[in-house]
């Protein structure tokens, strides 16, 4: 018998009928002996349904007043969820239970729209598994010391099944979505993009955070620091597929490089179309100066990503730096109040429609000349480059947003990610 949390997204989620199926594939695996979590999302395009509505009365919801009502209101398309797979469940005979953030509780801190998890009680879960439940959590959502509702940030409900999975040491968290696994890049614009059977826990968080959609970023990172284990796979096999079978299928995110069977420089290919860049041009070049301009946006809880500041001349520079179009507006904002009327003489300058382009792979590490390949492809196509971030195991470029699709088939097909490496 295992601990097994199953974790469904939006669309696996999206109708009654597929609910059921989701119903009868977990009670497969709760007749095979195991004991089961289950996380769902909120039925598809419904978050984004509630949160239009919001918009409908506030466009920009800027104050913490406004963004705790958001949460408020997002918060319950998992509510929905969480009941009706308990009633399927309990259809199917399977004895079921479903439980909000705060039930449970989920704790985490206070910030609204991204909170971040800090604690999950699971004394409650374990009860009810004991007495032979299913016990089905609401993913995305928390509660903050104060009792009120939080949400984790769009696509929160991986990190609350992996959270959950952390907390109560699962043998192994399944998220079962609309993908069959963790590609070389978003199959939809590189048709020949491939499933790679394993990845490392690296190059996942890398290609998280680049903007391969497949996994919330958060939720690898606790993957990773709790060492869970971790697989991708599709929630559209026929549930009654043999579940020896199920358990093989999709991307398994693993620990130990050396067990990784594809070895290629590069594994793959993110790409984030929702980036923004602000640049303060002539800003004074004296120390302080980051911290000045960086400090208000990170106590706005905004993040930032690539940062450049130039040569200085007749001590001013230019500071460049991308953060999230969603929070484009707001970050404007702070600098014209908190940080302009201090730097007399700088002006801001912006542009939301770039976009970033990375390339990934822990083979990197080991082999020279990989960005200077990337850089000559790109100049091949004559996409120019704006910025350009590295680390260990990636090369981040920011291009116009316009190229985006151009950038990653060249680099798909310039580090032959098409045909299987050698095993
Ligand atoms: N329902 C939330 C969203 O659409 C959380 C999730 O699906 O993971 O972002
Ligand atoms: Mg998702």
Same mark, same amino acid.
């Given at each position: 018998?295992?601990?097994?949390?199953?974790?469904?997204?939006?669309?696996?989620?999206?109708?009654?009928?597929?609910?059921?199926?989701?119903?009868?594939?977990?009670?497969?695996?709760?007749?095979?002996?195991?004991?089961?979590?289950?996380?769902?999302? *909120?039925?598809?395009?419904?978050?984004?349904?509630?949160?239009?509505?919001?918009?409908?009365?506030? #466009?920009?919801?800027?104050?913490?007043?406004?963004?705790?009502?958001?949460?408020?209101?997002?918060?319950?398309?998992?509510?929905?969820?969480?009941?009706?797979?308990?009633?399927?469940?309990?259809?199917?005979?399977?004895?079921?239970?479903?439980?909000?953030?705060?039930?449970?509780?989920?704790?985490?801190?206070?910030?609204?729209?991204? *909170? +971040?998890?800090?604690?999950?009680?699971?004394?409650?879960? +374990?009860?009810?598994?004991?007495?032979?439940?299913?016990?089905?959590?609401?993913?995305?959502?928390?509660?903050?010391?104060?009792?009120?509702?939080?949400?984790?940030?769009?696509?929160?409900?991986?990190?609350?099944?992996?959270?959950?999975?952390?907390?109560?040491?699962?043998?192994?968290?399944?998220?079962?979505?609309?993908?069959?696994?963790?590609?070389?890049?978003?199959?939809?614009?590189?048709?020949?993009?491939?499933?790679?059977?394993?990845?490392?826990?690296?190059?996942?968080?890398?290609?998280?955070?680049?903007?391969?959609?497949?996994?919330?970023?958060?939720?690898?990172?606790? *993957?990773?620091?709790?060492?869970?284990?971790?697989?991708?796979?599709?929630?559209?096999?026929?549930?009654?597929?043999?579940?020896?079978?199920?358990?093989?299928?999709?991307?398994?995110?693993?620990?130990?490089?050396?067990?990784?069977?594809?070895?290629?420089?590069?594994?793959?290919?993110?790409?984030?179309?929702?980036?923004?860049?602000?640049?303060?041009?002539?800003?004074?070049?004296?120390?302080?100066?980051?911290?000045?301009?960086?400090?208000?946006?990170?106590?706005?809880?905004?993040?930032?990503?690539?940062?450049?500041?130039?040569?200085?001349?007749?001590? +001013?520079?230019?500071?460049?730096?991308?953060?999230?179009?969603?929070?484009?507006?707001?970050?404007?904002?702070?600098?014209?109040?908190?940080? %302009? #009327?201090?730097?007399?003489?700088?002006?801001?300058?912006?542009?939301?429609?770039?976009?970033?382009?990375?390339?990934?792979?822990?083979?990197?590490?080991?082999?020279?000349?990989?960005?200077?390949?990337?850089?000559?492809? %790109?100049?091949?196509?004559?996409?120019?480059?704006?910025?350009?971030?590295?680390?260990?195991?990636?090369?981040?470029?920011?291009?116009?947003?316009?190229?985006?699709?151009?950038?990653?088939?060249?680099?798909?097909?310039?580090?032959?990610?098409?045909?299987?490496?050698?095993?």
């Amino acid at each position: 018998m295992a601990l097994i949390v199953h974790k469904y997204g939006g669309t696996s989620m999206g109708s009654t009928e597929r609910i059921r199926n989701v119903a009868k594939r977990v009670s497969k695996w709760v007749r095979a002996g195991h004991q089961l979590v289950v996380v769902p999302s *909120a039925m598809s395009g419904e978050t984004n349904r509630l949160l239009g509505l919001a918009k409908e009365l506030m #466009p920009e919801a800027l104050s913490t007043e406004a963004r705790r009502e958001l949460d408020m209101i997002a918060s319950t398309g998992e509510q929905v969820s969480v009941g009706l797979l308990a009633l399927a469940l309990q259809a199917e005979g399977t004895p079921a239970v479903s439980y909000t953030g705060w039930q449970v509780p989920v704790r985490t801190d206070s910030a609204y729209t991204k *909170a +971040r998890i800090a604690a999950i009680d699971d004394a409650r879960i +374990r009860g009810d598994l004991a007495a032979g439940r299913v016990v089905i959590v609401t993913g995305f959502q928390g509660i903050d010391e104060l009792g009120h509702v939080t949400t984790l940030g769009r696509g929160g409900s991986d990190t609350s099944a992996v959270a959950v999975a952390a907390a109560m040491k699962a043998d192994e968290c399944l998220i079962y979505t609309d993908v069959d696994g963790v590609y070389t890049t978003d199959p939809r614009i590189v048709p020949e993009a491939r499933r790679l059977a394993t990845i490392s826990f690296e190059e996942m968080l890398e290609m998280a955070s680049l903007g391969s959609k497949v996994l919330q970023i958060r939720s690898v990172e606790f *993957a990773g620091k709790y060492r869970v284990p971790l697989r991708v796979l599709s929630s559209f096999t026929p549930w009654d597929i043999p579940l020896d079978e199920e358990a093989r299928s999709g991307t398994l995110i693993t620990f130990e490089e050396d067990e990784k069977m594809e070895q290629a420089v590069v594994s793959g290919i993110a790409f984030s179309r929702d980036e923004a860049k602000i640049t303060l041009v002539g800003v004074p070049d004296r120390p302080g100066v980051a911290f000045q301009i960086l400090g208000p946006v990170a106590e706005a809880n905004i993040d930032v990503d690539v940062i450049i500041q130039n040569v200085s001349h007749d001590g +001013r520079t230019d500071f460049s730096f991308t953060v999230p179009r969603g929070d484009y507006a707001r970050v404007a904002e702070v600098l014209k109040t908190q940080v %302009l #009327p201090g730097m007399e003489g700088t002006q801001m300058t912006g542009d939301p429609k770039i976009c970033k382009v990375s390339i990934v792979g822990i083979g990197m590490k080991s082999h020279a000349g990989v960005a200077a390949r990337m850089f000559r492809s %790109l100049s091949e196509e004559r996409i120019n480059i704006q910025m350009i971030s590295t680390s260990e195991i990636k090369t981040s470029v920011v291009i116009d947003e316009k190229y985006m699709e151009l950038a990653v088939r060249t680099l798909h097909r310039a580090f032959e990610l098409e045909s299987a490496p050698a095993a």
